[in-house]
Every structure is written in C-alpha cells, then in structure tokens.
C-alpha cells in the first residue's frame, strides 16, 4: 500500500490545483455544448454572435450552479458579457439588499460565487478564447 508522508498542505494545494484544473476543462466542454445547442444569440438583448466575436458570449447557469450541467443545456442560457454581468451585478444587489440585516448572510452567498470568479479569471488570461462566463 502507498504510503504517502509528505505534509498536508503540500497534498492540499496539488488538490486544489487538480480541481481547479477540472473545473476548467468541464467549463471548456460545456461552452462548447452550449454553443452547439443553442443559437448564437445573447437571451437578453438579442445580439447575434459569430467569429471572433463569440467570444463575448458566454454560459449563464440559470440556477448560478456551475456543476448543474445537464447535457440537455436546461441549466444554461448564453448570455453576452454585458447582459451576464448585469445578470449578476443585478443579483448580487438585490442579494446584499435583502440580508442587509444579517451580513454573515451575504458575505456566505457572496463567497460562493466569488470561487468561479476567480477560477474564470484565471481561465480568461490562461487561455485567449476570450472571457468564458462569470
Ligand atoms: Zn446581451
Ligand atoms: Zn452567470
């Protein structure tokens, strides 16, 4: 049997590494999905994409779940990134406005978002197929 002594932080951070590693191919693949399924069209203003603009439509969880993707695209909506962000700028104000009372609450919700956020950063400057979503 494996014995593995190295110490836990060492072990954390190649998990953390791993899943974000994941995440980001599972994005890939369901962008790709999404734009198979789906017409080119922003679901909010309308904007036709095609080329090189593509890349400024992107996957939209509907339920803000990013491991929601069924593969019928149920859970998806393409959005531009102008329509996505005001998507979720909307949210978010509408969010800390209703827990005005009880910040823990909606620094909580804030900080399960703010995970994707950083990890589609990432991928943004990683990859240059453009911005892949919020
Ligand atoms: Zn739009
Ligand atoms: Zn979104």
């Not at 190295?6 to 899943?19: E, F, H, I, K």
């Not at 994005?27 to 909010?44: I, M, Q, S």
């Not at 491991?67 to 990134?81: A, H, R, T, V, Y």
């Not at 009880?102 to 620094?107: A, D, G, K, Q, V």
Request: net charge neutral.
């Amino acid at each position: 049997m494996p014995k593995k002594k190295s110490n836990g932080s060492d072990q954390l951070s190649r998990v953390v590494a791993d899943a974000r590693r994941h995440m980001q191919e599972r994005e890939k693949t369901y962008r790709e999905k999404a734009l198979k399924l789906f017409p080119h069209v922003c679901g909010r203003c309308g904007r036709e994409f095609s080329g090189k603009q593509l890349r400024e439509l992107t996957v939209h969880h509907r339920d803000h779940n990013h491991d929601n993707n069924p593969p019928d695209g149920s859970n998806w909506e393409l959005l531009c990134i102008y329509c996505h962000d005001n998507e979720h700028g909307r949210l978010e104000v509408a969010e800390s406005y209703d827990n005005s009372r009880s910040t823990r609450e909606t620094s909580e919700s804030d900080f399960s978002q703010r995970p994707f956020a950083a990890l589609e950063a990432l991928l943004k400057s990683k990859t240059d197929g453009g911005p892949e979503g919020k």
